[in-house]
C-alpha cells in the first residue's frame, strides 16, 4: 500500500516523469493502460526512483468501485459529500462520516433516494478529539470486511474571528488536532485493515490554505492568525 497526498490515482514522480499523459484524478483511464503501454513505462521511468512492482502498484489495477469499500471523513459537507455522492453512483460502498449524527443520518437517506445505492453507512466522531478519533478506526475495523481506500478529507478552516485561537478537546491548538493529528491517528489505527484489504489506499486532501507548520511553535501560541 502506499500513500500521497491529493492525488487519488497517480505518485507525483509517475505523473512528471512517466512517458503518456493521464488526467489527475482519471481512475478509469489508470485502469485502462494496455500491457504495451506498461511495459513501455517500465523501459523508460528511471528505475532508481520507481522500480516495476512500484510502478504495478500504482498502475496497480484497484477492484472496481463496485467491489470497493471507501470511508470519507467529512463527508457531509462540501468536497467529502460530492464524493460520497459520486461513489455511491457507482456502487461503492461508501463509509461517511461527520461530527453531526442528525445531519449525517439525513444526508445518508437523501445519497440513498437519490442513487439507490443500499451500501451505504454513516459513522458519529468529532475528530477534535482524539478519543472518538481512535474508537472511529475501532469500529470501522470491527465492522467492516475490507477497507480499500481511506480519503482523509475532514478538515478545520478559519473561525468566526480568525484572531481568536482555539483548542481541541486534548487541549491542542484546534486545527493542528484535527487536520493533522486525527488524520494520521486515524490512518494508523486502520492501517492494518487498510494493508489485509490491499491494494488498499490512502488519501490525504490538501488545500492551498493549508500553511507550513512551525515545530518551533507548533501550538500556534504565537502571532495566531487563523
Request: glycine fraction near 8%; proline fraction near 4%.
Given at each position: 500500500?502506499?500513500?500521497?497526498?491529493?492525488?487519488?490515482?497517480?505518485?507525483d514522480?509517475?505523473?512528471?516523469?512517466?512517458p503518456w499523459?493521464?488526467?489527475?484524478?482519471?481512475?478509469?483511464?489508470?485502469?485502462?493502460?494496455?500491457?504495451?503501454?506498461?511495459q513501455q513505462a517500465?523501459?523508460?521511468?528511471?528505475?532508481?526512483?520507481?522500480?516495476?512492482?512500484d510502478?504495478?502498484?500504482?498502475?496497480?489495477?484497484?477492484?472496481?468501485?463496485?467491489?470497493?469499500?471507501?470511508?470519507?471523513t467529512?463527508?457531509?459537507?462540501?468536497?467529502?459529500?460530492a464524493?460520497?455522492?459520486?461513489?455511491?453512483e457507482?456502487?461503492a460502498?461508501v463509509?461517511?462520516?461527520g461530527?453531526?449524527?442528525?445531519?449525517?443520518?439525513a444526508?445518508?437517506d437523501?445519497?440513498?433516494?437519490?442513487t439507490g445505492n443500499e451500501?451505504?453507512?454513516?459513522?458519529?466522531?468529532?475528530?477534535?478529539?482524539?478519543?472518538?478519533?481512535?474508537?472511529?478506526?475501532?469500529r470501522?475495523a470491527?465492522?467492516?470486511?475490507?477497507l480499500?481506500?481511506?480519503?482523509?478529507?475532514a478538515?478545520?478552516g478559519f473561525g468566526?474571528?480568525?484572531s481568536?485561537?482555539?483548542?481541541?478537546q486534548?487541549?491542542?491548538?484546534l486545527?493542528?488536532?484535527?487536520?493533522?493529528?486525527?488524520s494520521?491517528?486515524l490512518?494508523?489505527?486502520l492501517?492494518?485493515?487498510?494493508?489485509?484489504?490491499a491494494?488498499?489506499?490512502?488519501?490525504?486532501?490538501?488545500?492551498v490554505?493549508?500553511?507550513?507548520l512551525n515545530?518551533d511553535?507548533?501550538?500556534?501560541?504565537?502571532?495566531y492568525s487563523?
Amino acid at each position: 500500500m502506499r500513500q500521497w497526498q491529493a492525488r487519488p490515482c497517480l505518485d507525483d514522480r509517475v505523473a512528471t516523469t512517466a512517458p503518456w499523459s493521464i488526467p489527475t484524478g482519471d481512475c478509469r483511464s489508470v485502469r485502462k493502460v494496455s500491457k504495451a503501454l506498461y511495459q513501455q513505462a517500465l523501459r523508460k521511468l528511471p528505475q532508481a526512483a520507481f522500480g516495476p512492482s512500484d510502478l504495478a502498484l500504482y498502475l496497480g489495477f484497484m477492484r472496481p468501485l463496485a467491489a470497493q469499500t471507501i470511508l470519507i471523513t467529512g463527508a457531509t459537507s462540501g468536497l467529502g459529500l460530492a464524493l460520497a455522492q459520486t461513489l455511491a453512483e457507482r456502487e461503492a460502498t461508501v463509509l461517511l462520516h461527520g461530527r453531526d449524527s442528525e445531519r449525517g443520518r439525513a444526508i445518508l437517506d437523501e445519497i440513498r433516494q437519490e442513487t439507490g445505492n443500499e451500501k451505504l453507512q454513516f459513522y458519529c466522531a468529532d475528530l477534535a478529539s482524539l478519543k472518538q478519533t481512535a474508537d472511529l478506526a475501532q469500529r470501522v475495523a470491527a465492522e467492516q470486511q475490507r477497507l480499500d481506500v481511506l480519503v482523509n478529507n475532514a478538515a478545520v478552516g478559519f473561525g468566526k474571528d480568525s484572531s481568536k485561537r482555539e483548542m481541541s478537546q486534548d487541549g491542542y491548538e484546534l486545527r493542528f488536532a484535527v487536520n493533522y493529528l486525527a488524520s494520521h491517528l486515524l490512518a494508523r489505527g486502520l492501517l492494518p485493515k487498510l494493508k489485509a484489504s490491499a491494494p488498499a489506499r490512502i488519501v490525504n486532501v490538501a488545500s492551498v490554505g493549508q500553511a507550513p507548520l512551525n515545530f518551533d511553535d507548533i501550538m500556534s501560541e504565537r502571532g495566531y492568525s487563523g
